[in-house]
């Protein structure tokens, strides 16, 4: 027998509640049965972003919600600004370039947090950027990018947009889309929401729905208006992914009978004791500052392949992580803490990298990095 762990940062496990419901018989999507369900999902998806506004559910994955929010909002030849810290960056402006967007990049190094004064920079010196776009957390490096700090910024100019990828934030990271000043915000399913992948969220400002008015991209499947207005009738533009809706429901249950508060508190606590074990095995985070709640991104010990940690975590010990992207291949490995995660996650997956490195030759006293995981994550009060 070999019992699988699945710590990526997505997909990620569901939890039995989640997969239950989504056992239940198929109903359809334009018949009575389904509006209440929908009717719900929408709700509850504005109660996860902190929204008043529209939050459009598409069946696709979350970057096709990374499309849709380029090509409902913006003409070709658009002047915009995307923050570049890692692989989704650089999706993004990819993206917009498929679209004949006039892309500037602040490329930021990989493992740092973009400064918000250098956008500031960039907008009061071209006053023709129609939008920025920005990762909340960068999967790629482990990064989160302030994104309050940013929405206090974009706020200021009439004409700017500002457009969150937060696939892989939502669920770890307080993101206030209405009090930030977030236009578009993006989330994914298969991250922090508990759900197998293909549907994707999206939450649009009445800013965003101004500047839709105007745009003329091409669009058939993701067109937003469409969405808008069905969404309106509890409905979606094409067959609605009836089960993973109902799926939804039960995740935003879970979530909401947990608190959004303690969601953030659950996730920041495990990030952290994630972080301090890793270091007191003497690895060294890649982040160089600002570290992500939803992931934790490793250094792999000199003359250790990265790759090979991560291989090694799931052949010998069936742990799932993941390895590095693009120019971090080979050079980090990755433990996701989002989602349906909590104490005994982080403390297997240290464990496994204890055991994975000592096997691999890297001098490591086992137990070290489990203590200070088992340290941080006690429960503090317990009957005696
Ligand atoms: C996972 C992820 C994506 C891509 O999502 P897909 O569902 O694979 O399309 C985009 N951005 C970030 C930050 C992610 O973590």
């Keep these: 027998m070999g019992k699988r762990y699945l710590l990526a940062p997505g997909p990620t496990p569901v939890p039995s509640e989640v997969l239950l419901a989504?056992?239940?018989?198929?109903?359809?999507?334009?018949?009575?049965?389904?509006?209440?369900?929908?009717?719900?999902?929408?709700?509850?998806?504005?109660?996860?972003?902190?929204?008043?506004?529209?939050?459009?559910?598409?069946?696709?994955?979350?970057?096709?919600?990374?499309?849709?929010?380029?090509?409902?909002?913006?003409?070709?030849?658009?002047?915009?600004?995307?923050?570049?810290?890692?692989k989704f960056g650089e999706r993004w402006t990819k993206i917009c370039q498929a679209y004949g967007l006039d892309v500037e990049e602040i490329v930021v190094e990989w493992g740092y947090s973009v400064k918000p004064e250098e956008v500031e920079n960039k907008l009061k010196k071209n006053r023709n950027i129609k939008g920025v776009f920005v990762q909340a957390s960068e999967t790629s490096t482990g990064v989160y990018h302030d994104i309050q700090a940013l929405g206090s910024i974009v706020k200021k100019y009439d004409d700017t947009l500002f457009i969150v990828d937060a696939i892989s934030a939502l669920v770890a990271h307080d993101l206030r889309t209405d009090e930030w000043g977030i236009d578009i915000m993006v989330g994914g399913s298969q991250k922090g929401v508990m759900l197998p992948p293909g549907i994707a969220f999206v939450s649009v400002s009445d800013?965003?729905?101004?500047?839709?008015?105007?745009?003329?991209?091409?669009?058939?499947?993701?067109?937003?208006?469409?969405?808008?207005?069905?969404?309106?009738?509890?409905?979606?533009?094409?067959?609605?992914?009836?089960?993973?809706?109902?799926?939804?429901?039960?995740?935003?249950?879970?979530?909401?009978?947990?608190?959004?508060?303690?969601?953030?508190?659950?996730?920041?606590?495990?990030?952290?004791?994630?972080?301090?074990?890793?270091?007191?095995?003497?690895?060294?985070?890649?982040?160089?500052?600002?570290?992500?709640?939803?992931?934790?991104?490793?250094?792999?010990?000199?003359?250790?392949?990265?790759?090979?940690?991560?291989?090694?975590?799931?052949?010998?010990?069936?742990?799932?992580?993941?390895?590095?992207?693009?120019?971090?291949?080979?050079?980090?490995?990755?433990?996701?803490?989002?989602?349906?995660?909590?104490?005994?996650?982080?403390?297997?997956?240290?464990?496994?990298?204890?055991?994975?490195?000592?096997?691999?030759?890297?001098?490591?006293?086992?137990?070290?990095?489990v203590a200070v995981a088992e340290e941080l994550l006690m429960v503090s009060e317990e009957a005696k």
């Design 207 to 369: 800013k965003a729905w101004a500047k839709a008015e105007t745009s003329k991209l091409p669009k058939f499947y993701f067109n937003f208006k469409k969405e808008r207005e069905n969404l309106a009738k509890n409905q979606t533009n094409f067959t609605s992914p009836v089960t993973l809706i109902i799926g939804l429901n039960e995740s935003l249950r879970m979530l909401q009978a947990e608190g959004l508060e303690n969601v953030f508190k659950r996730h920041a606590k495990l990030a952290d004791a994630t972080r301090q074990a890793v270091k007191a095995l003497g690895l060294e985070l890649y982040p160089r500052e600002s570290p992500s709640n939803a992931v934790t991104a490793i250094v792999a010990p000199q003359g250790i392949d990265g790759q090979a940690i991560y291989k090694n975590l799931r052949e010998k010990y069936g742990i799932t992580a993941a390895g590095g992207q693009d120019k971090a291949k080979g050079k980090v490995f990755r433990i996701a803490h989002l989602g349906y995660s909590d104490r005994f996650d982080i403390i297997t997956a240290i464990a496994g990298i204890e055991m994975v490195l000592k096997g691999m030759g890297y001098p490591v006293k086992l137990g070290t990095g």
């Design 22 to 86: 989504m056992a239940a018989p198929i109903i359809h999507h334009r018949s009575p049965d389904f509006l209440p369900v929908l009717d719900s999902a929408k709700k509850g998806l504005q109660w996860l972003y902190q929204t008043k506004n529209d939050v459009l559910i598409l069946c696709s994955t979350g970057t096709g919600g990374m499309v849709g929010s380029v090509n409902n909002f913006f003409n070709k030849g658009d002047k915009v600004l995307v923050i570049n810290g890692g």
